[in-house]
Nanobody, 125 residues
Framework: QVQLVESGGGLVQAGGSLRLSCAAS????????MAWFRQTTEKEREFVAG????????HYLASVKGRFTISRDNAKDTLYLQMNGLRPEDTAVYYC??????????????????WGQGTQVTVSS
């Protein structure tokens, strides 16, 4: 059974940094594309960043590009999201998601089979 467990969320001031982690189990991590999504009560879930199974390609939401970095450690079955220059509009629950291997990064939530429980990120102004 697949499990994705996020950690690293919290409260930070604008301009600060956080590093989210997602520990995966139950499915071959190195053979899975991974992504981070986020959701607020006012907005639908949106794609933030994705990375191919090989780690060879990444894709970002335009508003986070240059501030966030997605990475993975296939030896540790762990996905990361380094978030720098945080803004109040980055406040959301952040979810990691897993799909099968494809040669492109999918931005639709419906392309992902498994989800973590989410971790809250709050950025104060």
């Amino acid at each position: 059974q697949v499990q994705l467990v996020e950690s690293g969320g919290g409260l930070v001031q604008a301009g600060g940094s956080l590093r989210l982690s997602c520990a995966a189990s139950g499915r071959t991590f190195s053979n899975s594309n991974m992504a981070w999504f986020r959701q607020t009560t006012e907005k639908e879930r949106e794609f933030v960043a994705g990375i191919l199974w090989s780690g060879g390609n990444t894709h970002y939401l335009a508003s986070v590009k240059g501030r966030f970095t997605i990475s993975r450690d296939n030896a540790k079955d762990t996905l990361y999201l380094q978030m720098n220059g945080l803004r109040p509009e980055d406040t959301a629950v952040y979810y990691c998601a897993q799909s099968g291997p494809t040669s492109w990064i999918q931005v639709s939530e419906y392309a992902y089979d498994y989800w973590g429980q989410g971790t809250q990120v709050t950025v104060s102004s």
